[in-house]
């Protein structure tokens, strides 16, 4: 299955609310992170849960009790998923995957990050490691860059098929959903160029579409 998860950084409530009741349907699942829950709390995750799985984005990079602090928070909230840093290493990697299990939830690694400068730290060979890592530890998936396709097919090469991709940087950051998903994406992440719209449902119809046309 693949299709779209729609990044909310909108940091009011009303907004948030409207623009996901509006593509409701399209989506798959709806991410929030620091713009959206700074600005609403993190109350808002249960109330968006009511249209979509709710995945949080919070890029968890810490020692592993703090990690499963913030990952019990994330759960109890209502959210389905959780993105967290891998370059944190094996034992904070772990600890996210087991409290995300004892929720039902699930965890998505960030292997290699989308904005230009995303490849100066995450090398070829260290978003490998990493994607490495995030099967070794039984995480539901990673994060790859819809701006790099020829990224996202390395990287599937590296997890194989039993793990999830997901990738941000389809519209706003310039890439394109079809070649995304061709090199191997389940998820294509899309944000302002559908909340920024004027009809959002229509942006998120086209990204549909564009995807519906590769099955
Ligand atoms: P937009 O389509 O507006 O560029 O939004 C992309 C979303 O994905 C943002 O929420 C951003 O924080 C997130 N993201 C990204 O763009 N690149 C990454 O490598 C990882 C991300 O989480």
Redesign the pocket.
Known sequence: KTGIIL?L?VTDEASALEITSEVSGLIDAV?I?YPLVLGTGLQIASKLSKYAPVIA?FKVADIPNTDRLICEHVFKAGCAAI?VQGFTGPDSLTECVKTADEFGGKVFV?SE???PG?DHFFTDDVSKEIAALAKKSDAFGI?A?ATRPERVKELRAVIGGDLKIIS??????GGSAADTIKAGADWV?????IYNAENPRDEAMKVKVEIEKLI
Do not use: E, F, L
Not at 168 to 173: N, R, T
């Open positions: 990044a950084d991410k992170g984005d993105i960030v990050m989308s904005h995303g994060v860059p941000p940087g389809v519209g706003a950051q992440i899309v944000g302002r160029s």
